[in-house]
């Protein structure tokens, strides 16, 4: 029976002792089989990657381009059938292919090795934005033959290091939550959409590519990060000019990134906090009066470089702040912000009257989570406030 599961503290619970095993667990449409050794995980695997995309994708990823090439001319005949209900590990053409790839030495047994560890975690990835689901646990379960046949290698993922490297890439895919919900999702140019050269420059450059490819597919593609390419089209998302449509089959079946849970809930009559940076005391003012209204706590802060030992004193719910202040702008202090681990995941909302494209993507790029422009009436500023701070909106 499908329940609430939390995939880290059951990553945690199997691979705290010396146990052999398999953890299966699934949801409605995914299986996802991670092999756990000596409590370690050994490798991972899901029903979606039965596709030999997934295996190219891996293969482009680590540069080993002439063993992508040469995948593209395996015989049907030399590889197992196609499944559509086990993960990689548990049947499928991919095992197969790799050992295909090594017998004709287009892949030596250390890269097969970093290709496994790279479609781990790419299992991995996915069962992290799971929450709900059912699991098994096989005590003593080995990997199925077809591997054991392959002779394929497995070095050992450590836990705590793999987790903490998967759950800082969700929480940098949650900025984009209101509009992306995975990186499988594909970006189109809005239909009838005609271009000029007064539209927003990324458009231009990317226009030909936003055809069916998922942001996954961009990022190889243009040899970015796909979070880049999400930072940089995600302004003209919200605008409309690009529309996402879902993910293509079998991607549809996984579940979406999850919600950012980690903002502070307050128990009732207790006060948000936010603090509001700015070196003009008239726009201090005007937040403040429509902040005080929605009984948030305000922290005003005219000096920018004052800023950091307030903040880490007062430690804020939410970072109001303008872009052209002395001394220092809000794009270093923003970056500043986020390297610091007290304030690293606060939203910070940078206030400009500043409009134009690049100045709201190159915020996005120093970690701001969102983008206010003044002038700003009170339903605004609260609106914006109010997405990031589990408060009702207040007219």
Known sequence: ????????????????????????????????????????????????????????????????????????????????????????????????????????????????????????????????????????????????????????????????????????????????RASILSPYQCPYLEENRQLTESSPPILLKLAKFLKGLSFRQLGLILNQDELKIAQLLNPSIESGDIVVRPPQSPFNLLPHIPVDNSRPNKNPGEKFKVACIDDSPTILDEMQRFLKDATYEITRIEDPLKAAPILLRSKPDLILMDISMPNINGYKLCSFFRGSASLKDVPIIMVSGRTGFIDKTRAKMVGATDYLTKPFSKTELLSVVNKYLSKTEVS
Not at 72 to 79: A, F, G, H, N
Not at 91 to 108: A, K, Q
């Open 1 to 176: 029976m499908s329940q609430i599961l939390n995939p880290v503290k059951l990553l945690t619970d199997f691979s705290g002792s010396n146990i052999n095993g398999k953890l299966e667990v699934k949801s409605d449409r995914v299986t996802w089989n991670i092999h756990i050794e000596n409590g370690q995980i050994k490798c991972a695997g899901n029903s979606v990657q039965y596709l030999m995309v997934s295996l190219d994708r891996q293969l482009r990823l680590l540069g080993f381009q002439n063993a992508a090439a040469a995948a593209k001319s395996i015989p049907s005949s030399d590889v197992e059938s196609q499944s559509q209900t086990v993960s990689w590990l548990e049947g499928g053409r991919i095992v197969p292919s790799i050992n295909w790839l090594i017998l004709r030495e287009h892949l030596d047994r250390t890269e097969a090795e970093k290709i496994c560890a790279g479609l781990s975690l790419e299992a991995l990835e996915t069962l992290l934005w799971l929450r709900e689901g059912e699991y098994k646990w096989s005590k003593n379960a080995s990997l199925p033959q077809h591997v054991l046949a392959a002779r394929i290698t497995f070095e050992n993922l450590e836990l705590t290091n793999t987790i903490q490297k998967l759950e800082q890439t969700i929480k940098n895919w949650q900025i984009f």
